[in-house]
C-alpha cells in the first residue's frame, strides 16, 4: 500500500492550498481517509477524515469552515482544501488511511500512511 501526498508549498497568510494524496494497493472506496498534521515541536494532530460511504466529513474545531475534504473514488485520490491559511497551519500533512469501520474519524489508529507534504503559512 502507498499513499502519495502532495501539494505543499509556500503561501502567504489569507492564501489557499489543495493538498491530494494518491492511493495505490488497496480497495481505496472501502477505506476511510484522513488528514493530519505536525507542526515543529508539536504533536501530530487531526485534522479532518472522510468516510468511504457517503463521503460524510469530520473536521477539527481549529480547522472547520476554511479546510474541506473530499475524494475521488474513481482517481482512487483523496483531496484537501485549504483556505484563509494562517501561520498556525505551518506543519507537515499526512495522508492515512483505514478499513471502513463506525470508530470516530478523529479517535482511530489508521493502518496506512503517506510520507507528508510540508505547508509553510508566510506572514
Known amino acids: 500500500v502507498q499513499l502519495q501526498a502532495s501539494g505543499g508549498g509556500l503561501v502567504q497568510v489569507g492564501g489557499s492550498l489543495r493538498l491530494s494524496c494518491a492511493a495505490s494497493?488497496?480497495?481505496?472506496?472501502?477505506?476511510?481517509m484522513a488528514w493530519f498534521r505536525q507542526a515543529p515541536g508539536k504533536e501530530r494532530e487531526f485534522v479532518g477524515g472522510?468516510?468511504?460511504?457517503?463521503?460524510?466529513?469530520r473536521y477539527a474545531d481549529s480547522v472547520k469552515g476554511r479546510f474541506t475534504i473530499s475524494r475521488d473514488n474513481a482517481k482512487n485520490t483523496v483531496y484537501l482544501q485549504m483556505n484563509s491559511l494562517k501561520p498556525e497551519d505551518t506543519a507537515v500533512y499526512y495522508c492515512a488511511a483505514d478499513r471502513n469501520s463506525p470508530t470516530p474519524l478523529y479517535s482511530r489508529r489508521y493502518d496506512y500512511w503517506g510520507q507528508g507534504t510540508l505547508v509553510t503559512v508566510s506572514s
Open positions: 494497493g488497496l480497495a481505496f472506496s472501502n477505506y476511510d
Open positions: 472522510i468516510r468511504w460511504s457517503f463521503g460524510s466529513t
